[in-house]
């Protein structure tokens, strides 16, 4: 009798445990189901960030020559052209070291017999007086009237250095962007906007601010006014 009793008690308890991990199994699998859809309401937006900057840097490589017969002439007249070109610069307040040689070569071929020979120099401008830089590059053919041939190529380039102090704010008003997009879409299909699902980051450029810079040619210039400009993309949950 006792027998059947303890079995009784055992298949009650054994049905209440199954009992139990059927509502807690069928709780667990709605719980996912509805994990999963959560998951399938999302979108996928960009966001823009753009900031004007002034460049922090210039750079100007100016390459130029002198040609003749012999190289004791030729090479005066580099030494002539390289002395014109400090007195202009220096007439303008640059620092003797911002201005220093950076390369040399020479060219030697005989033509119908005759030995000629090309010395080209190159010196390199690097300031950081932006405003400076930008009136050497103005009055340049001062140094054509100097004497100084300088080739083509000879141009001036403005850089920004300080992007990593931008970066920052920059990502974070890209990323407030994209969730003004994200809202717009939401309200459009009658649903909210909720956390970040994913985000990536695209790649920070820094472009001319007006437009395409001159390339190439004789008296050539980039321009200190620079766009930085960054897009991230941003996948939110929908509620």
């Given at each position: 009798?006792?027998?059947?009793?303890?079995?009784?008690?055992?298949?009650?308890?054994?049905?209440?445990l199954l009992a139990v991990g059927m509502v807690?199994?069928g709780y667990l699998l709605g719980d996912g189901?509805?994990?999963?859809?959560?998951?399938?309401?999302?979108?996928?937006?960009?966001?823009?960030?753009?900031?004007?900057?002034?460049?922090?840097?210039?750079?100007?490589?100016?390459?130029?020559?002198?040609?003749?017969?012999?190289?004791?002439?030729?090479?005066a007249e580099i030494d002539e052209s390289s002395?014109?070109?400090?007195?202009?610069?220096?007439?303008?307040?640059?620092?003797?070291?911002?201005?220093?040689?950076?390369?040399?070569?020479?060219?030697?071929?005989?033509?119908?017999?005759?030995?000629?020979?090309?010395?080209?120099?190159?010196?390199?401008?690097?300031?950081?007086?932006?405003?400076?830089?930008?009136?050497?590059?103005?009055?340049?053919?001062?140094?054509?009237?100097?004497?100084?041939?300088?080739?083509?190529?000879?141009?001036?380039?403005?850089?920004?250095?300080?992007?990593?102090?931008?970066?920052?704010?920059?990502?974070?008003?890209?990323?407030?962007?994209?969730?003004?997009?994200?809202?717009?879409?939401?309200?459009?299909?009658?649903?909210?906007?909720?956390?970040?699902?994913?985000?990536?980051?695209?790649?920070?450029?820094?472009?001319?601010?007006?437009?395409?810079?001159?390339?190439?040619?004789?008296?050539?210039?980039?321009?200190?006014?620079?766009?930085?400009?960054?897009?991230?993309?941003?996948?939110?949950?929908?509620?």
């Open positions: 009798m006792r027998f059947m009793e303890n079995r009784n008690t055992v298949l009650v308890v054994s049905a209440a807690a199994g189901l509805t994990r999963a859809h959560e998951a399938e309401r999302a979108v996928t937006v960009k966001g823009l960030a753009e900031k004007d900057v002034t460049a922090d840097l210039a750079t100007w490589t100016i390459a130029y020559t002198a040609t003749g017969f012999d190289l004791p002439t030729v090479r002395k014109a070109l400090n007195d202009y610069f220096r007439s303008l307040g640059f620092q003797a070291e911002e201005l220093r040689p950076v390369g040399a070569g020479v060219n030697q071929y005989i033509n119908n017999g005759v030995n000629t020979i090309t010395i080209t120099q190159r010196m390199q401008l690097r300031t950081t007086d932006i405003a400076k830089a930008q009136r050497a590059v103005a009055g340049q053919f001062d140094l054509v009237r100097r004497g100084v041939t300088m080739q083509e190529g000879s141009n001036m380039v403005y850089s920004f250095t300080k992007l990593n102090d931008l970066k920052p704010d920059m990502v974070a008003q890209a990323t407030r962007d994209a969730r003004k997009a994200a809202e717009q879409f939401a309200k459009d299909s009658g649903t909210g906007v909720g956390s970040i699902k994913s985000a990536s980051q695209g790649y920070f450029s820094i472009e001319p601010r007006d437009g395409d810079q001159a390339q190439g040619g004789y008296g050539a210039s980039d321009t200190p006014y620079k766009k930085v400009r960054v897009v991230t993309t941003v996948e939110f949950y929908l509620d």
